[in-house]
């Protein structure tokens, strides 16, 4: 335990505090590091990942707010409201197919491809020029739905697509977007670990890793938070992208190895 568990906090701090810079939950960063180390799981890692991104959360969006960063609640709300739902069905998908699938790699594989997808659409978008301002309200919890299946499913976070998708159809700045992407991701896992708890039971995890994964998340949000603060739109425009660049490298080398098991 000692080594993997050394190995835990360091994946967790690393991702958390990027996360917290650029709006992801450090779930795209912490999932298939684990995978690739590949000391638990499936549904073990997707426990520590919910895990460590609830407590980044609450440290990064206490931090934003306290810095000055405005959130409309209403809107963040809305939205959450939509991703608590959406999460339970991620958490549904993701249960019935390990149940069908006769390796667990092949729903490894699928999340690995998912994960691609949306990086990929990110990129696309973060650097697109279009923008819309949506007004009808009743489409907020609906995008919440949405973005919080895709994200508990393939045990993201939501980050990659909330950040862009946020700029685009609510016309926010890179950083207002992350703050919004944190709030939202909150509550999409906070579900995600309650389902945890009533139907699978925390029993059935190894939680004496959360010893290493709580304290470097929360030291991870807390020090994400300061240095976005002090980072331009520009440059966290910039550690977006080249986070997601990192990410596509790291999944492709995940999804060679699954589909090795696979075949």
Not at 16 to 26: A, D, H, K, P, T
Not at 133 to 149: A, M
Request: charged share 10%; net charge positive; glycine share 12%.
């Amino acid at each position: 335990m000692g080594m993997t568990g050394a190995v835990y906090f360091g994946v967790v701090l690393i991702a958390c505090v990027i996360g917290s810079i650029v709006g992801l939950s450090g779930g795209i960063i912490v999932r298939p590091v684990l995978d690739a180390v590949g000391q638990h799981d499936i549904m073990n890692i997707a426990f520590f990942v919910s895990s460590s991104i609830v407590t980044m959360t609450i440290v990064s969006t206490y931090k934003k707010m306290k810095d000055g960063i405005q959130i409309n609640l209403k809107v963040a709300a809305m939205i959450s409201c939509g991703a608590v739902f959406g999460g339970m069905i991620g958490n549904l998908i993701l249960d019935n197919l390990l149940a069908i699938m006769p390796n667990e790699a092949i729903v490894q594989l699928i999340q690995t491809g998912l994960t691609i997808f949306f990086v990929i659409l990110a990129i696309y978008f973060t650097n697109s020029k279009l923008q819309y301002r949506i007004e009808k309200q009743w489409t907020y919890p609906i995008i919440g739905v949405i973005l919080g299946t895709i994200a508990v499913f393939i045990g993201i976070g939501g980050g990659p697509i909330n950040v862009p998708l946020f700029c685009i159809l609510f016309g926010l700045s890179i950083k207002e977007a992350t703050a919004y992407s944190i709030v939202i991701i909150f509550f999409s896992h906070t579900v995600n670990i309650i389902t945890l708890a009533f139907t699978t039971g925390l029993g059935t995890f190894d939680v004496q890793y959360l010893l290493f994964i709580l304290p470097a998340a929360l030291i991870g949000g807390f020090i994400g938070s300061i240095i976005s603060k002090k980072l331009s739109e520009n440059a966290v425009k910039k550690a977006f992208l080249a986070t997601m660049c990192g990410l596509i490298l790291l999944n492709v080398y995940n999804g060679i190895g699954f589909f090795m098991q696979v075949i």
